[in-house]
Every structure is written in structure tokens, then in C-alpha cells.
Nanobody, 125 residues
Framework: QVQLVESGGGLVQTGGSLTLSCAAS????????MGWFRQAPGKEREFVAAFSWSGNTTYYSNSVKGRFTISRDTAKSTMYLQMNSLKPDDTAVYYC??????????????????WGQGTQVTVSS
């Protein structure tokens, strides 16, 4: 059973920062590349950031590039999303996910088979 657990969401003012965490089992963390998605009310779930299959490359959506940083701690089997210069448009439920099919597109949510429960991020204006 693959289990992903997000934490770190909350309420922050415009321009503030938050760091999200996603804890996974050691097997999941080492076997599958992981990424972050988000879903705002009334909108589709969208790609935010992800690791390549090798883990050596990171990818970001244009809307967060330069403001968000994805990282991971192998020893802790934990992935992070450092979010700076937050805007009200960043308000959403943030999900971490694991991609199990080699060669699948990192930005495509259907490429990810395992999802966390989500953590709410609210940015006030």
C-alpha cells in the first residue's frame, strides 16, 4: 500500500512563504519520481512541480517558476515544496503524488497513480 502524507498548509498573507512536506514510505520514495499538484475551487487539478525519473531534474509550471522550489530528503523519504512570494491565486489544495510509469509525462496528472490526501493553502490579499 502506497501512502503519501502531506503537511504544512495554512493561511498566509500575500508575499508570505510556506513549506509543504510529503512523507512517503522508503520503498515508494526510492522507486518513483514524485511531484506536486494543486486544485483551486471550481478548477481542474493542475501541475505545480515534479522530479524527473532520475531525480536529477526538476520541472515547474510557468505560474510558480522562480517562486517555488521542489526538493527532497532521501534520508527522511520526504519531499518538500518551498513556496515564496505567495499570491492569492496560489490558494488551493496541494497534493503530492507518485508517478509509477517510466516515460510518462511529468505534467500530466493521469501519469500519477498514487496521491496524498491534500493540504489546504490559503493566501489572503
Amino acid at each position: 500500500q502506497v501512502q503519501l502524507v502531506e503537511s504544512g498548509g495554512g493561511l498566509v498573507q500575500t508575499g508570505g512563504s510556506l513549506t509543504l512536506s510529503c512523507a512517503a514510505s522508503r520503498r515508494t520514495f526510492s522507486a518513483y519520481p514524485m511531484g506536486w499538484f494543486r486544485q483551486a475551487p471550481g478548477k481542474e487539478r493542475e501541475f505545480v512541480a515534479a522530479f524527473s525519473w532520475s531525480g536529477n531534474t526538476t520541472y515547474y509550471s510557468n505560474s510558480v517558476k522562480g517562486r517555488f522550489t521542489i526538493s527532497r530528503d532521501t534520508a527522511k523519504s520526504t519531499m518538500y515544496l518551498q513556496m515564496n512570494s505567495l499570491k492569492p491565486d496560489d490558494t488551493a489544495v496541494y497534493y503530492c503524488a507518485a508517478r509509477t510509469v517510466r516515460g510518462s509525462n511529468y505534467w500530466y496528472k493521469a501519469s500519477y497513480d498514487y496521491w496524498g490526501q491534500g493540504t489546504q493553502v490559503t493566501v489572503s490579499s
